[in-house]
């Protein structure tokens, strides 16, 4: 079973970064592409959105434009993690981060479906605030 726990948010000021870590990932699956980690994000009185993903086994990455050059999604199979490293961050990306797993194989037009994931961790609030 999956359990995924996120760590590494926090209070910054704009132009700050952070990196956030999703652990608890399993890397043991044989077929290519066939599980993916995303990070999604839920500001107050606002839908959930999806951020970036990644497959596990290839590493293919999609992201959201609104955090493109800004957000990068990495896996780390010796530890275990999906990591989102956060730059120049902005106080509209004040929000609970969460991560997900999918144990479906992603797609162009898919890498962002909540539906596809079916385990998520518990969330890590990051607020950007001068």
């Known amino acids: 079973q999956v359990q995924l726990v996120e760590s590494g948010g926090g209070l910054v000021q704009p132009g700050s970064s952070l990196r956030l870590s999703c652990t608890g990932v399993?890397?043991?699956?044989?077929?290519?592409?066939?599980?993916?980690v995303g990070w999604f994000r839920q500001a107050p009185g606002k839908g959930r959105e999806a951020i970036a993903s990644?497959?596990?086994?290839?590493?293919?990455?999609y992201y959201a434009d609104f955090v493109k050059g800004r957000f990068t999604i990495s896996r780390d199979s010796a530890e275990s993690a999906v990591h989102l490293q956060m730059n120049n961050l902005k106080p509209d990306d004040t929000a609970a981060y969460y991560c997900?797993?999918?144990?479906?194989?992603?797609?162009?037009?898919?890498?962002?479906?909540?539906?596809?994931?079916?385990?998520w961790g518990q969330g890590t609030q990051v607020t950007v605030s001068s």
């Open positions: 997900a797993a999918r144990s479906s194989m992603p797609g162009a037009g898919d890498w962002d479906d909540e539906a596809e994931h079916g385990y």
């Open positions: 399993r890397f043991d699956r044989v077929e290519l592409d066939a599980d993916s």
């Open positions: 990644v497959s596990t086994s290839a590493g293919r990455r």
